[in-house]
C-alpha cells in the first residue's frame, strides 16, 4: 500500500518510556548481549530503555523480554510486555509486536493502557496492508482491529486516529472489488463484475472508487440486456455526482445503447 502511517507513536510517553525522538527502525542483534545475565529489574529496565532510545530496537524488545522473563511478578514486568510491543512494532516485526500486545492484554485486560495495546495491534496490521494485486486477509484484519479500538474507546486519540485509517482501508477494499469486477469485465464474465462493482456501492459508497462503480453497473447492465437497470445506476451516478466523467461516459453510453432511454 502505497499509503505507509506517518505515526511515531508519540504516545508511548504514557508507558513512561522517552523514545519520542525515536522514529526510525533500528538494527543490531537480540542475540548480541542477551546472554542471561541476572540483573535487578530497575537496571535491566534501563538498560532496554537505553537501547530503545538509541534506536536499536531489535536489542531493546529482546531485554524488555529479559525483564519480564527474569521479573515475572514484578510491576516493571507489566511495562515491560507493552514497550517490548512497542520495539518490535518499530523494528517492523508486526507478527511479535501483535503476539506480544494480545498477550499483554490477555493478562491485564483492564490496564489503564490496554487502548494503546489494541491500537498497537491496529497499527501493526495497517502497516503491512499490501498493493491491490495481491490478498486482502491483512487489510480486513486491519479494518477490524481498528473498528475495535474506535469501538472500545470511541473518545479517545487512539480511536480518532483509527477513524482516519479506516477511511483508506475502506478505499483499498473498495480497489479491490473494482479491480475485480474490470478482471470480469475484460473476461465478459458481466454477472460477476455487477455484483463487484455492487458491493462497492453498497458496502463502501464514501470511497473515491464509488463514481466508477456506479459507471461500470451501468456499463455491465448493458452487456447484460437489462438497459432499465443501467438507466437506473446512471440516474444515480447524474445525481451523486453529476460533473463526474464517469456520468458523462455513462449518458454517451446510455444515450447510444438504450434505445434513446437516457438517464434522468
Known amino acids: 500500500m502505497t499509503t505507509r502511517i506517518t505515526t511515531k507513536l508519540s504516545r508511548a510517553a504514557l508507558l513512561g518510556a522517552a523514545v519520542l525522538a525515536t522514529s526510525a527502525c533500528g538494527g543490531g542483534s537480540a542475540n548480541e548481549d542477551v ?11 534501563a538498560e532496554a530503555q537505553r537501547r530503545l532510545d538509541r534506536g536499536n530496537t531489535i536489542l531493546a524488545a529482546a531485554l524488555f523480554d529479559e525483564v ?8 516493571w514486568a507489566r511495562r515491560a510486555q507493552l514497550m517490548s510491543a512497542f520495539s518490535y512494532y518499530l523494528a517492523r516485526d508486526y507478527n511479535k509486536a501483535i ?18 495495546a489494541y491500537y498497537l495491534i491496529a497499527l501493526s496490521y495497517y502497516e503491512q496492508i499490501s498493493d491491490v494485486n495481491r490478498d486482502q486477509k491483512i487489510t480486513e484484519q486491519a479494518q477490524t482491529a481498528l473498528e475495535e479500538v474506535n469501538r472500545r474507546f470511541p473518545q479517545s486519540e487512539y480511536a480518532a486516529d483509527a ?3 479506516l477511511d483508506l482501508v475502506a478505499d483499498h477494499l473498495a480497489g479491490k472489488e ?9 473476461s465478459g464474465q458481466w454477472l460477476a463484475a455487477a455484483i463487484r462493482f455492487r ?3 453498497e458496502e463502501f459508497d464514501t470511497t473515491s472508487h464509488t463514481p466508477e462503480a456506479l459507471y461500470r ?11 432499465d437497470e443501467a438507466v437506473k445506476y446512471a440516474s444515480v451516478l447524474g445525481a451523486n455526482y453529476p460533473g463526474s466523467e464517469w456520468y458523462e461516459k455513462a449518458y ?13
Open 163 to 165: 477513524r482516519l485509517k
Open 68 to 75: 519480564e522473563r527474569q521479573h515475572p511478578y514484578s510491576p
Open 99 to 116: 503476539q506480544n500486545a494480545q498477550r499483554f492484554l490477555s493478562i491485564h485486560p483492564g490496564n489503564k493502557d490496554a487502548p494503546y
Open 252 to 264: 454517451k453510453l446510455i444515450d447510444k445503447h438504450a434505445d434513446g432511454v437516457r438517464p434522468s
Open 217 to 227: 453497473l451501468t456499463e455491465s447492465n448493458l452487456a447484460l440486456g437489462i438497459p
Open 178 to 186: 473494482m479491480e475485480i469486477g474490470r478482471f470480469y469485465q475484460r
Open 35 to 45: 546472554a542471561y545475565v541476572a540483573r535487578d529489574v530497575e537496571s535491566l529496565y
Open 199 to 201: 458491493n462497492v456501492i
